[in-house]
């Protein structure tokens, strides 16, 4: 238990003090935001800054920050340092500087971002990588939350009928202006979403039956997975996660000023670091060992949580939590088409205040999420493989944005500690998502030790070319050269 209080009290510092760290590299000013620059109603609209915060928080914790934490829990209590240190220096980071860059370029994407500041071929990479990131969330938070729900609810209401149920309010949600049912539902939806946490934490502090173990560095994971990388590639959302700058860019359309993004961007990634933390906890407290959640997860995360929550709280107190687990994915999913949409608008400069130039986007969009749906549904393990890829696939594009914010703050003249917040996070997560695609059964399947190896000495390769580029601009500076 005091491992996990200390955790929360880290995470508690790192909002307070590093947050303020990168706010002054980064210097929000008092200059007009889109939603009050542009403002169309539909996409650019300015709302309060505790409803940009709740919005964020359930765009960005979808079953991740639970279905990952329990799946990281396997490696046992290590897996807290990970949600800690990478939420505090490199997911809150991503999250708060990818936002605020969008804010000062009109909410622009990642994708154009990447243009702007790492050239047109990279621009198109990203395009395209970002749609299919962003489908492939439509279509894990389509699956996991109708199990959930075919458990809450009569045999005749099952897991086909509420994917269906699911992809109509996607489609509604992802046509409607922000604030008419987003801006209105979230708010109410992120209370619950707390509620839930607290809830389950308390069952954990409070009984007598289940304790959390002693914090240790050993790997605990019964089939031997080594920690590197594959837990950092496990538990995504609770750490870091590129699909967050795909997010971020939607409530830079909406903040009222720039002082603002810290409190919306940061903090809501912290948010989420602490619903990780809880259901970490819970995994390894309630089954008492990682080799009894191990088998567990076999049968499904959505049964995991299902039982913890019932275990814990009781049929009542399980109701609650696991409708609070079927928000985090449906808010993220509806939101993902959303982002898509708007990436897709963005290539074909279709202007989203008509709602036919909409449907011309969201139709199609909903189509493919819902046969890929239909896969994930049939094959056995369909849906464990979408996972997969989704999560290697969200890690990659974690390092990408992390570059690219690095390549923003060398130009804007942010050199040595300022570049490196992002510079030295974007190398990390470079080695690991290398080093998992290489030696990965869903990768390139070659030798662990080579695939370390590789993994390092392309993440190296990226250092050396960051220096590089740091010393040139230090170098036009000091010459005068703009």
Known sequence: MLALLIAFLVLLIGYIVYSRVVEKIFEPDDRLTPAHAVNDGVDFVPMKKWKNYLIQLLNIAGTGPIFGALMGAVF?????????????????????????????????????????????????????????????????FVYSPAELLAMLTPDMLNGYVWCVIILIYYFVATILPIDKLIGKIYPIFGVLLMIMAVAILGGIIFSDQYSIPDFTFENLHPDGKPIWPYMFVTVACGAISGFHATQSPMMSKCINTEKEGRGVFYGA??????????????????????????????????????????????????????????????????????????????????????????????????????????????????????????????????????????????????????????????????????????????????????????????????????????????????????
């Open 76 to 140: 046992g209590p290590v897996v807290f340092l990970w949600v800690i240190f990478g939420s505090v220096l490199g997911g809150a980071v991503h999250d708060y500087l990818s936002g605020m860059i969008s804010e000062r370029h009109n909410g622009a994407s990642l994708a154009e971002l990447c243009g702007i500041y790492l050239g047109n071929t990279v621009r198109w990479i990203v395009r395209v990588f970002c749609i299919v990131l962003l489908v492939l969330t439509g279509v894990v």
């Open 269 to 482: 990634m912290i948010s989420e670091a602490v619903i990780a933390l809880i259901w970490a906890a819970a995994g390894v407290a309630y089954y008492e060992s990682t080799a009894a959640l191990n088998d567990a997860l076999g049968s499904g995360a959505s049964s995991v949580v299902y039982t913890i929550s019932e275990g814990l709280l009781g049929k009542a107190g399980a109701v609650l939590a696991v409708i609070g687990v079927i928000v985090c994915p449906i808010t993220t999913g509806d939101t993902a088409l959303r982002s898509a949409r708007l990436i897709i608008a963005e290539i074909f400069h279709l202007d989203q205040a008509k709602i036919r130039k909409r449907l011309i986007i969201a139709v199609p969009l909903l189509i493919v999420v819902g046969l890929i749906n239909a896969f994930a549904v049939s094959s056995p393990d369909g849906f464990q493989t979408i996972w997969r890829y989704f999560s290697w696939s969200n890690q990659t594009l974690a390092a990408i944005t992390l570059w690219v914010i690095t390549a923003y703050l060398i130009e804007k003249g942010k050199y040595r500690f300022g570049s490196l917040v992002t510079a030295l996070p974007a190398v990390f997560m470079t080695d690991v998502c290398v080093t998992y695609i290489f030696t990965a059964p869903e990768g390139l399947r070659l030798d662990y030790t080579l695939s370390v190896w590789i993994g390092f000495s392309v993440a190296a390769v990226f250092f050396i070319l960051y220096l590089v580029s740091h010393y040139i601009h230090v170098t036009r500076k000091k010459d005068g050269i703009a």
